[in-house]
């Protein structure tokens, strides 16, 4: 199974008062990313007027590792830990040149019926679609994944 990679680069436009790549262009980036896994599943803007059918986002968690600046390319890598008959809980890793980890957002996408405005079981092309997409094994997630956000405390 191929990997489903996006290459990009920070714009100065993404830059803040900072110096550095703004919180929520990182965002922008991963919504990039999400895109690309949402036309891998099968869903572009073709699919949606013949059938209806698209697909929300329903939960996004980004986390930053390292600071990034103006014309630093980056790779994202995208993964499915896991699906059901309607959602996918897809994690994106953000990596620096030196193929070091930079940033991470996990989501939660959903099939949506656009008649009804409501959740909706994927197709069955989709979902032949999505088996064929890199997958993660629960042995295999990143340290970082499913983590909740809260002060920890020793």
């Known amino acids: ?15 803040d008062h900072n110096g550095h790549f703004n919180d929520v262009m990182y965002v922008l980036a991963f ?8 036309k891998a599943m099968g869903v572009d803007n073709t699919y949606r007027k013949n059938n209806q ?4 986002t329903l939960e996004n968690h980004v986390t930053y590792k ?10 994202i890598h995208t ?23 930079t940033a991470m957002s ?9 008649k ?3 959740s909706a079981p994927f197709p069955g092309d989709i979902q032949e ?3 064929k997409l890199p997958h993660l094994s629960k042995d295999e997630w990143p340290k970082d994944a499913k983590r909740s956000i809260g002060i920890r405390r020793k």
Request: no cysteine; net charge negative.
């Open 106 to 114: 996990e989501q939660m996408i959903i099939g949506i019926d656009q």
């Open 116 to 118: 009804k405005r409501k």
């Open 53 to 56: 059918y698209t697909v929300f």
């Open 129 to 131: 679609n999505l088996e």
């Open 31 to 38: 919504s990039y990313a999400l895109d690309d896994f949402i």
């Open 66 to 75: 390292k600071e990034m600046f103006k014309g630093d390319p980056f790779t």
């Open 79 to 101: 993964y499915i830990l896991d699906r059901d008959e309607k959602r996918v809980h897809v994690f994106f890793e953000m990596k620096n040149e030196n193929n070091e980890t």
């Open 1 to 15: 199974m191929k990997d489903l990679v996006r290459k990009d680069y920070v714009r100065s436009e993404w830059v």
